[in-house]
């Protein structure tokens, strides 16, 4: 077999084994046997825009979840399609989105890097996966949404608009964790020879997700129950959360685990990463500041395409401190 082959099939082996290892051996029973009532609850109330008979949505810990529409419909007409029970449906969707995501993880690297350091970026996803799958029972949109922040990075790599658009409108009725994208594309777009045409891009691109967000809440209203407090009382709960999370785990805290090896590495590198690889890691530091203020932290699942925008960046430093060649090194 010529060596082109031979890659893609490898490609293709290492997604499938770490595919099923996490999705068999630590979703199955992890998340998606767990609690299937709940979930079932969890599912009707997203699918009918209301909570169950005397909750809110606060009281299911599914404030602003009524938006996420993509998940839920699409399991809702495979489970009528092929009769199954909805852990299943989910189990099945989930593991196809992993798949498929570890395939275009392993793509998107090879822009950047040779075979070998693709794998090995390959296997560290594969590694902190596990983290993942704790401390929830039902959030069948994550998969499918980090499929799409990758796609959509994908895309913003090569300045393609159009596809880059599509996916943000889609990601965003998956889950509109992506409304800040278009800041990323924004300032990796920018060109002083080229003001108008960027300016009329990136306001579209807001346009997009921003409009997509206001649809889905015209569209399916009262998905939020006010919490009582105000901004500084909600900042102050979470952060009182993570010193928690400190103390009580200390060094086996999941976002530590993930994010501090690649962080560091790619900060280490700071001097000789391309413009595109500054603003990802910096977007990527920015988003996680954001998750450290307005959600518990410790829920990894939903902090993965940070790792998908300091990865390269990791991976090349990496490179360079254990070869010292960056003669072939593909770059931005």
Same mark, same amino acid.
């Given at each position: 077999?010529? *060596? ?6 490898? !490609?293709?082996?290492?997604a499938?084994?770490? @595919?099923? $290892? ?13 609690h ?12 009918? /825009? ?6 809110t ?5 599914? /404030?602003? @979840? /009524? ?31 992993f ?16 075979p *070998?350091?693709? %794998? ?7 590694? $902190?996966?596990?983290?993942? #799958? ?40 998956v889950? #509109?964790?992506?409304?800040?994208? *278009? !800041?990323?594309? %924004? ?20 346009a ?15 998905? #939020?129950?006010?919490?009582? $407090?105000?901004? @500084? ?32 590495? %790619? ?28 959600? /518990? ?17 990791a ?7 254990? $070869?010292?060649? @960056? ?6």
């Amino acid at each position: 077999m010529q *060596p082109r082959t031979v890659r893609a099939v490898l !490609l293709v082996v290492l997604a499938y084994v770490l @595919t099923m $290892t996490g999705q068999f051996w630590l979703g199955y029973r992890q998340v998606y046997t767990a609690h299937p009532e709940a979930a079932e609850v969890m599912h009707r109330a997203i699918l009918e /825009n209301h909570p169950p008979p005397g909750k809110t949505w606060q009281d299911i810990g599914a /404030n602003g @979840t /009524n938006l996420r529409r993509v998940s839920i419909e699409l399991a809702e007409v495979v489970r009528k399609a092929s009769g199954l029970p909805l852990f299943a449906v989910y189990f099945a969707l989930d593991t196809v989105f992993f798949f498929c995501t570890v395939l275009l993880l392993g793509v998107y690297l090879s822009r950047w890097l040779a075979p *070998p350091w693709v %794998a090995l970026g390959l296997l560290y996803y594969g590694m $902190t996966t596990p983290l993942t #799958y704790l401390f929830y029972y039902s959030h069948p949109w994550d998969r499918l949404s980090q499929l799409c922040w990758l796609s959509a990075l994908f895309f913003l790599r090569d300045r393609r608009a159009l596809p880059f658009a599509a996916v943000l409108a889609f990601g965003m009725a998956v889950k #509109y964790d992506m409304l800040a994208l *278009p !800041l990323l594309w %924004a300032a990796w777009t920018w060109r002083p020879d080229q003001r108008r045409r960027w300016l009329g891009q990136s306001l579209a691109m807001f346009a997009v997700a921003v409009g997509v967000f206001k649809v889905l809440q015209w569209r399916y209203p009262a998905g #939020y129950t006010p919490l009582g $407090t105000g901004l @500084t009382a909600t900042v102050a709960v979470y952060s009182q959360r993570l010193v928690e999370e400190l103390r009580e785990r200390a060094f086996a805290f999941p976002p530590m685990l993930m994010f501090a090896l690649p962080l560091g590495l %790619a900060f280490a590198g700071w001097k000789r990463l391309s413009r595109l690889e500054h603003l990802s890691l910096l977007f990527g530091c920015a988003l996680f500041g954001m998750f450290s203020l307005g959600s /518990n932290l410790r829920e990894v699942r939903a902090q993965v395409p940070i790792l998908y925008l300091v990865l390269p960046a990791a991976l090349m430093t990496l490179q360079r401190l254990l $070869t010292d060649d @960056t003669a072939q090194e593909p770059h931005a």
